[in-house]
């Protein structure tokens, strides 16, 4: 017994430290099975922090190989579900562990267990393993073992699982955490963004100068709407606008590193070097531009017809060089860009209103896109030194 468990100990070291967690899981549970223990499944289930994902389920099977089974529990549509599983059961009586004897004991109340009994299972046993976090809403990992022997699980058996399961819910613990920092800083910082923080790239002025398609986002009436409506319907309203625009452009390879209030800023970084790599920047950041703008008009026409108010999206396509990197104080750091470019973009912007147009377009961006366009004559920007030639598309403009 000792030298299995000192094996699976060390194993168990290995699964901590792999960087693909869920084929070391997977080869774990093959290796517990070829020392002798009757798994017939096992999960490893953990709450994100994740606006529409409640918890993660992996779930290996011995019948279906080495991959296991990935499931996500929504919030909403998933606490029902969750209400009556034996995880609620046993954090509602303050329990780290729970058995259940499929075949004979009463379990009409957990759909998931009468599921396992009707497929063959004869006996599941619970383990929660509680982390001393600073995140609450991360309480620690459940992870259950089940058999289909007709005698289910030994004592012998049970005692040498309740000391596998601390190890192996550390090294979930790990698993966990790492896809949490990388989901939760993706969705404060953009994807591409939070690899490089995770990447160690944290130091304040550390960036890199790029070429980029900038697209700046604003919806017109935003401030007049939000001094007589209700400010939770504006919330409502407004998350409903910017997932319309966020969806568009992250659909096209944007990366969105700001939301600013009632609008937003986004790039599209030049992959490659050369005038095509330059076109397929704009090109994306167009069409990321032109989607954001039907989703949002889809999402008036909505709107209208239930009597509510709607807001009009502006949107300006700049070209140019930006500074892409953290910026702030030694402990407050945002990653960005910076330079004239964005500057630039945001004067653009704030033409719309005055030559009554949704979409603009620098000079720089209408040469690169693609796309037929019309000179709407040089403007003054402020803080810009020399005026700037403004394009909107021609009517009609076929996608090149």
Known sequence: MVDRLDRLNTFLCEVAASQDFEASF????????????PL???TISYRTLDPTIRA????????????????QTTHGD????????????????????????????????????????AAGGTDYVLHLLRFDAAMPELPGVAIAFATDRADGFSDAE????????????????????????TSVLGLYLGARTARLVLDGQIRRGLGQRIEAAILLADLRGFTLLAASADPLRLVAWLDEHLAA???????????????????LLA????????????????????????AAQAANGALLDRRRAAGEPGLGLDVALHFGEVVYGNVGSPHRLDF????????????????????????????????????????????????????????????GAPAS
């Not at 109340?109 to 599921?115: G, I, K, N, Q, R």
């Not at 330079?339 to 147009?357: H, K």
């Open 336 to 395: 960005t860009v910076v330079g004239p470019a964005v500057n630039e973009a945001s004067r653009i912007e704030g033409l719309c209103a005055t030559l009554d147009r949704s979409l603009l377009l620098s000079d720089a961006f209408a040469r690169r896109c693609g796309r037929p366009t019309v000179s709407l004559g040089r403007h003054a920007l402020r803080g810009v030194p020399r005026p700037c030639e403004i394009h909107a598309l021609a009517s």
């Open 158 to 181: 049970l005692a040498e699982l309740a000391r596998i399961a601390p190890a192996l819910g550390l090294a979930a613990g790990r698993a966990m955490l790492v896809q949490i920092m």
């Open 56 to 71: 993660q389920t992996l779930v290996w099977w011995r019948d279906k190989g080495s991959t296991p089974d990935r499931f």
């Open 245 to 263: 625009m966020i969806d568009a452009v992250s659909a096209q390879g944007g990366e969105v590193l700001k939301l600013l209030g009632d609008g």
């Open 26 to 37: 997977a080869a774990l549970c093959g290796q517990l099975v070829g020392e002798g223990l």
């Open 78 to 117: 998933g606490e029902a579900q969750y209400l009556r599983s034996p995880i609620h059961h046993l954090l509602e009586r303050d329990a780290r562990t729970g058995r259940w004897r499929l075949q004979c004991d009463a379990i009409e109340d957990f759909p998931l267990l009468v599921e396992l009994r």
């Open 40 to 42: 017939w499944r096992v």
């Open 267 to 290: 790039v599209f970084p030049v992959e490659g070097t050369g005038a095509d790599a330059e076109a397929a920047a704009c090109r994306r950041a167009l069409c990321g531009a032109e």
